[in-house]
């Protein structure tokens, strides 16, 4: 046995479920730090005596910094240790949350949430660390655990921070996830391997690369177009939804509203079961029957509003269905370049990120403009562009 063989047989043994599940618990709250102060934005403004539209952009920073974190951060676990990638980028991640917890204006707060966005992609870092560490034979088990972190913290973040804003004060609440990041910083010292670096490359030949990345690599380019038609269609979906029941004849409450989020929990299962599924039976069966499940559920809501139970039941399958194929379709990109597998992955996320941005103007927009079912159709089609991609690249 080689020394590469050995460090790999080393890893392994590492990568045991306690320490999975630690990744999965850090993804969870390194992404739940971007949607913390979504809920709180009345109380924001009325602290800072500022419009809540004006504290509405400067969170909008949020998203705009995860892009920037993306490229430029969930390389570096390649190119350095892990362990001390995350644990440092944790530990930032703290700062600036603590940060922002003392902001006395608006433009403080936007500069804070912008660097808070970029930390936060350390949950694109952890499932890079999940592709690159695991066995081959459970990549994508593994990967739909921390996975499942990640699609965990975004409903959380959501609740959670609201119900700490309302108990102790959003900046209080800001301190609290400050500490856990704080916390989770010393874990990953210790419980995330530490590796030699897999990439030969420097970090700014790395992040040179990366557009190169599509050019090369038929896999990663149907994968992130793939990717980036359902994350459309799945923010369509959500924001044209919040403008719709809004309105009449439903006129629901923001915390109404808020609760159809819960169908969201269906995700966080769905990635589980799914990657055990993709290292049985491969990611493409896995793929197009997650897309089948979302793309049935998009039609059928377009005309089940006036049920709730029925619209709760489409938002259950058309989560779970798109989770899981995230999940099989990720596990495809990790898969190109185990031994690095990061700069796939960030440059995979970039493409899926922008595609979730397009669709999230797009839906608010066509719910007001198209109305509901038009909204749906589209939504359905581009889950149906996915899955005619799916038969054609995978």
Same mark, same amino acid.
């Not at 990657?275 to 809501?301: E, F, P, Q, S, Y």
């Not at 190109?336 to 597998?341: E, F, G, K, M, T």
């Given at each position: ?31 739940? #730090? ?7 934005? /009345? ?5 800072? @005596? ?40 944790? /530990? ?34 952890? @499932? ?77 030949? #790395? ?66 079961? /799914? ?55 990720? @596990? ?36 007001? @403009?198209?109305?509901?079912?038009? #909204?749906? /159709? ?17």
């Amino acid at each position: 046995m080689n020394a590469d063989q050995a460090e790999q047989a080393l890893t392994a043994n590492q990568l045991r479920g306690p320490v999975v599940f630690f990744m999965a618990l850090a993804a969870a709250l390194g992404t739940a #730090t971007l949607y913390s102060l979504q809920p709180a934005m /009345a109380d924001v403004a009325e602290s800072l @005596s500022s419009q809540i539209t004006a504290v509405g952009v400067a969170l909008a920073a949020g998203p705009a910094g995860y892009m920037a974190g993306l490229g430029l951060l969930v390389p570096l676990v390649d190119r350095f240790p892990p362990a001390r990638v995350l644990a440092v980028q944790f /530990a930032a991640l703290a700062v600036v949350l603590a940060g922002s917890a003392v902001a006395g204006s608006v433009v403080v707060l936007s500069a804070m949430t912008g660097l808070v966005g970029a930390c936060s992609a350390v949950g694109a870092g952890l @499932s890079s660390v999940a592709g690159r560490l695991a066995p081959a034979a459970r990549r994508a088990t593994v990967l739909g655990i921390v996975t499942a972190g990640i699609s965990a913290g975004i409903l959380a973040g959501r609740i959670a921070g609201g119900w700490l804003a309302d108990e102790i004060g959003w900046r209080a609440m800001l301190l609290v996830f400050a500490a856990g990041c704080a916390l989770v910083a010393a874990g990953c010292l210790v419980l995330v391997p530490t590796t030699r670096s897999g990439t030969g490359l420097r970090y700014g030949e #790395t992040l040179r690369s990366l557009p190169g990345l599509f050019v090369r690599h038929a896999v990663l380019r149907g994968a992130a177009t793939r990717g980036a038609l359902w994350f459309f269609a799945f923010c369509a979906m959500w924001s044209g939804l919040a403008v719709v029941l809004s309105q009449p004849p439903y006129s629901y409450s923001a915390e109404r509203i808020g609760l159809y989020a819960l169908a969201g929990v269906s995700g966080i299962f769905a990635t589980q079961v /799914a990657g055990a599924w993709t290292d049985r039976v491969g990611a493409r069966r896995v793929v197009l029957l997650g897309l089948v499940m979302a793309g049935t559920a998009a039609v059928v809501i377009g005309w089940s509003l006036t049920s709730t139970v029925a619209t709760l039941g489409c938002l259950v399958l058309f989560d779970a269905g798109l989770f899981a194929a995230q999940v099989a379709n990720q @596990s495809t990109v990790l898969a190109i370049d185990p031994a690095a597998p990061a700069r796939f992955n960030s440059a995979y996320m970039l493409v899926y990120f922008v595609g979730g941005s397009l669709g999230t103007g797009f839906g608010a927009a066509a719910a007001g @403009s198209l109305g509901w079912p038009a #909204t749906a /159709a589209i939504t359905a089609a581009a889950v149906g562009a996915a899955a005619l991609g799916t038969l054609k690249w995978l």
